[in-house]
């Protein structure tokens, strides 16, 4: 990828760590660790790789994404957000009383979301289903799908891996967000997951492992032409990362944050993001 | 409605109507998809599956089943999925309640077998609570089948209609009760038969046990009216009162527990109507193996059990 594009790609990850930022400051407490952690990935997907038109969000063959760690909505808003889907504004009414941004995505209230989730796992199985009807109607698009690590816990995901694998969905690409933490502790005392990747190889899977937060591995990644297989990519990475304190802070699944705190936090991110539009002279 | 119920049997078993008519809605419509959880071959589907490319066997996994056609819902697909009503219900209820329901996608769920028709697959495959299950995911609809042709007739409205759809049917043979090609109104009762002193509000197997047990009640002088409340949900609450309000007892008989199916439905409904409702179901138990003539007994699930609440609930 040429420097223009990565580092646009990485203003537009920054971007989307300020709007995660900015929806917690709204409402003061809200998941953020694993929203972090997944906005490099996001900012590839929506800033490169997938064809979307926020005009038109229910497009038969636009590419789809499932976050099926359906707590990583503030990340996923702040992407819509900035890609026109909705107002930006709109990320301050994160869980306000009748907000059209809920903790956990949903379809039904949120433009640009394709799937409702929640109940972790679910998504598994409904963006394979999404990627096979997809494939039987004829469609070019891919389905990308969002789990967390902790999410995998779950028995229905590895009931998802094995029938997407069985039935040759190759247009569906499986994010696992391994960024070793969940809701009590870390996901290696919790329920040891053993290698991830050699598990989705496994199951028939194409698998890979990248550093999760590096723009330009995601990008390589998921810009690669479809295999036969469907293809399993583990992002190892940093919950909570890009906001060193909330990096450093052992259990920050969900947090209760101060304004003042969350100010702290957009100034920095917005100095680093000023200090990347310096540098490419904008 | 053309009514013919004679108490014969018809010749079709309901697994023979499964078997041809959900081919036939994949090759009417392009947009129908069947999903089973490796039990095609109950239900006479297993033959012709592998020449249909949506006809998808998902293997032993009823909760990426349910999602997987979830998903197909979204992207456009009328989903219709089949397995052993227990794990139609209970062993995926998160699935269609969140991935169904919450996420308004659309599918036809229909789990056979329901309560004693299990019969010799045992109390582990004996939903006597699926019902209420289903009834508690809000806007559902839930039918509990009469005989073939009504099966026939829902299976192929069910396809198009919008939301989470349950059918409980046995695979075996019923009594005929309606006219071939007979047409039926989603959420109205049928009236079988007219009656004065007790009305007795009917689904599934139970409907040919009610018309039995109104005859022999008949004979003692007794007139009760037989009403097949095949939607469960939503109830046809409007027939239920105008019943209520002209007959000394009301009387309901299904094959599913008392709580959460027809008889709590009924009495949901008439709370406080004053009028005394009986009912024929499974009292709080789990189910047990055995012949379906036999569990009936057992259960009380029978036509003389019914006409033995009727006559107590008119004491």
């Known amino acids: 990828m040429d420097s223009e594009t990565k580092r646009g790609l990485e203003e537009f990850a920054l971007e989307i760590r300020i709007g995660i930022v900015?929806?917690?400051?709204?409402?003061?407490?809200?998941?953020?660790?694993?929203?972090?952690?997944?906005?490099?990935?996001?900012?590839?997907?929506?800033?490169?790789?997938?064809?979307?038109?926020?005009?038109?969000?229910?497009?038969?063959?636009?590419?789809?994404?499932?976050?099926?760690?359906?707590?990583?909505?503030?990340?996923?808003?702040?992407?819509?957000?900035?890609?026109?889907?909705?107002?930006?504004?709109?990320?301050?009414?994160?869980?306000?009383?009748?907000?059209?941004?809920?903790?956990?995505?949903?379809?039904?209230?949120?433009?640009?979301?394709?799937?409702?989730?929640?109940?972790?796992?679910?998504?598994?199985?409904?963006?394979?289903?999404?990627?096979?009807?997809?494939m039987l109607k004829g469609r070019k698009n891919r389905v990308f799908l969002i789990t967390g690590d902790g999410e995998l816990d779950e028995g229905q995901a590895w009931e998802a891996a094995m029938f997407a694998a069985a039935k040759k969905v190759n247009n569906l690409v499986w994010l696992v967000d391994y960024n070793k933490k969940q809701l009590d502790g870390y996901v290696k005392d919790i329920l040891e997951p053993f290698d991830f990747e050699a598990k989705f190889r496994s199951f028939g899977f194409d698998a890979v492992t990248i550093d999760g937060n590096d723009i330009e591995k995601l990008y390589e990644v998921f810009t690669k032409p479809a295999g036969m297989r469907p293809l399993a990519v583990i992002l190892d990475t940093v919950k909570g990362s890009g906001v060193k304190e909330v990096e450093d802070t052992v259990s920050n699944h969900s947090m209760n944050v101060g304004a003042e705190v969350c100010d702290k936090w957009l100034k920095q991110l917005g100095d680093e993001l000023a200090a990347l539009r310096k540098e490419a002279g904008r | 409605m053309n009514i013919v119920y004679n108490g014969e049997m018809d010749s079709r078993a309901f697994k023979d109507i499964l078997g041809a008519t959900i081919p036939r809605l994949a090759a009417e419509d392009p947009d129908v998809v069947y999903l089973d959880a490796d039990l095609m071959s109950c239900i006479g589907t297993a033959k012709w599956a592998p020449t249909c490319d949506r006809a998808i066997n998902c293997g032993v996994a009823e909760a990426n089943m349910i999602g997987v056609a979830c998903g197909m819902s979204a992207v456009g697909f009328k989903p219709i999925v089949h397995t052993f009503g227990p794990f139609a219900s209970r062993r995926c209820y998160d699935q269609i309640f969140l991935s169904g329901g919450y996420a308004k996608n659309s599918v036809t769920v229909i789990g056979t077998d329901p309560g004693v028709c299990a019969a010799f697959n045992g109390g582990t495959h004996m939903p006597f609570e699926d019902v209420a299950l289903y009834r508690a995911i809000p806007n559902a609809t839930v039918v509990d089948i009469t005989d073939a042709n009504m099966l026939l007739d829902v299976l192929t409205q069910f396809k198009d209609m919008q939301g989470v759809k349950y059918l409980r049917v046995s695979r075996k043979n019923a009594a005929k009760v309606y006219a071939d090609g007979s047409k039926f109104e989603i959420g109205k009762g049928i009236v079988l038969r007219e009656g004065t002193d007790a009305a007795i509000f009917a689904c599934g197997?139970?409907?040919?046990?009610?018309?039995?047990?109104?005859?022999?009640?008949?004979?003692?002088?007794i007139s009760a009216a037989v009403i097949d409340m095949f939607t469960i949900k939503p109830l046809d609450e409007a027939l239920v009162k105008a019943y209520a309000g002209k007959v000394k007892a009301v009387v309901t008989a299904e094959n599913h527990n008392r709580i959460g199916g027809l008889y709590s439905a009924v009495c949901e409904t008439l709370a406080g109507a004053g009028v005394r409702v009986g009912h024929v179901a499974v009292e709080d138990e789990y189910g047990e193996v055995g012949p379906q003539d036999y569990l009936q007994k057992r259960f009380r699930l029978t036509a003389e059990h019914i006409a033995e609440e009727v006559r107590s609930a008119l004491k």
């Open chain 1, 22 to 134: 900015e929806q917690i400051k709204a409402r003061g407490f809200g998941h953020i660790g694993g929203s972090l952690s997944v906005a490099d990935a996001l900012a590839v997907l929506y800033g490169a790789v997938m064809s979307y038109d926020p005009k038109n969000p229910d497009k038969e063959d636009r590419d789809k994404l499932v976050s099926s760690k359906g707590h990583a909505g503030p990340a996923v808003y702040a992407a819509l957000a900035l890609k026109g889907f909705f107002p930006y504004e709109e990320l301050k009414t994160l869980n306000q009383p009748g907000t059209r941004l809920p903790s956990h995505c949903d379809r039904l209230k949120t433009k640009g979301i394709d799937m409702t989730t929640g109940s972790l796992g679910q998504g598994t199985s409904l963006a394979v289903g999404m990627a096979l009807g997809d």
């Open chain 2, 205 to 221: 197997i139970m409907v040919h046990e009610a018309m039995q047990a109104a005859s022999s009640l008949e004979k003692e002088g």
